[in-house]
């Protein structure tokens, strides 16, 4: 079906309750909240503007806007209509949207102000959606329709459209709510941004088929999300929230007394931001794994251990496994690449068959990329992304295990390793260090890793870097560190 007719059934018992709260961060600051009447009275008013503007089922609605309840009335309208949503990373230039407007195809592009024939203003467009009735109207969709076409990010290469359809984008909303235990009264404090996974689908959707209260931030900002943990009990972050609030003098439980979940995702969680987040509040985060192509893959349990350092198990109906290069699943708790299998997996790329193809095996599984180990219990680590890996002298070397070992040295904050070009070895490995205070010497580097690791796994280059690059989600862009670095072990 039509996913926003799921969310339809869920509005229904909570039309009059509290839906979309939105919160002015600077000025801390409450606006008034829109009712899930609201929202969906909204949602109704922007399909019949899309409608009017010829959007018919199937056709590309692109968006590029800041973040609003305006704009997730918009996205639930293009879903209405029966509309492929297609959102855009706020930061992107004029240059680069042109590509994915040349790319998608849209029938309508909306920004944040009209910038030439092809876009209309999200302001302008919601005025002409508070002058039309609203279209009660749910497409019929069928699951496997497109519901959004999501962007990877494009780090190595060009942007690839990963195809999302409402099957894809139901399963995994229905599996998250059951897992993570959604029940009457929980409240969402929302601070990510919504034109990516993590914000729009996994966020919004698990609240709305609760029709939970969503305190709904612009941005994250720790003294302002500090400041509203009292009134919430879910919060999910990417691990940055979760470092940024311990940095915050005083952090503690007395801050975190009605909150029943701390998730993460979209970049690696460290174990000592795990270690120290329970240790100031009591809560043991909870980590998952996803990608843009398959919504959440697995999920450390709700009741049960959370393993620092890893990912937790597969989401019902999700099947993964680790192979080696040969494609052959490798033995249990040895390091393979992980594929993937179920309902949330995306059925390939818009306009690029050729590429699908080589990342989907013939028996359904898709290849992610990352390298990761699954125990005999079924949980899964992750070690790093495929391209990451280093191999030093014929040695492949795993980045996080060599981070893990620096993060744990007193006076690190974060590292970052990568390979370098190297004349013997092939790759060196080297390593990029945010110090706490000031930057701890290199023989106490070397000490530590003497410790725990075998030698070739040692960084012979340190660097000390104020921050290290990230994508819009906290991701560290090692491709922007490994270009930086490129001439480590020249001369």
Known sequence: MNLFALLSERFEAALDCPGLAPVGAAAGTSGPAWTYRDLDDASARFSAALRERGVEPGDRV??????????????????????????????????????????????????????????????????EAQSLDPDPAVEPRRDDDLAAICYTSGTTGRSKGAMITHGNLTSNALALHEIWGFEPGDVLLHAL??????????????????????????????????????????????????????????????????????????APLTEAVFGDFEARTGHRILERYGMTEAGMITSNPLLGERVAGTVGFPLPDVEVRAVGEDGIEVAVGEVGTLEIRGPNLFPGYWGLPEKTAEEMRDDGFFVTGDLASVDGEGRVTLVGRGKDLVIAGGFNVYPKEVEDRLDEVPGVAESAVIGAPHADLGEGVVAVLVAEDSPVEDDTLRAALDAGLARYKHPRRFYWVDDLPRNAMGKVQKNVLRERYRDAYCG
């Open 193 to 266: 941004p919504i034109f990516h996974v993590h914000g729009l689908f996994v966020a919004l959707h698990t609240a709305f088929l609760n029709a939970s209260k969503v305190l709904f931030l612009p941005r994250f900002d720790a003294a302002e999300v500090r400041r509203l943990l009292p009134e919430a009990t879910v919060l999910m972050g990417v691990p940055t929230f979760y470092s940024r609030l311990l940095a915050e003098p005083g952090f503690g439980g007395a801050d975190c007394g009605s909150i029943r979940l701390f998730v993460s995702g979209s």
């Open 62 to 127: 692109l968006v590029q806007v800041p973040k609003s309840v305006e704009a997730v009335a918009l996205y639930l309208g293009v879903l209405r209509c029966g509309a492929v949503y297609v959102p855009l990373n706020t930061a992107y230039t004029e240059r680069e949207v042109a590509f994915f407007v040349d790319d998608a195809s849209p029938r309508v592009v909306v920004g944040a102000e009209a910038a030439g024939p092809q876009t209309v203003g999200i302001g302008a467009l919601w005025e």
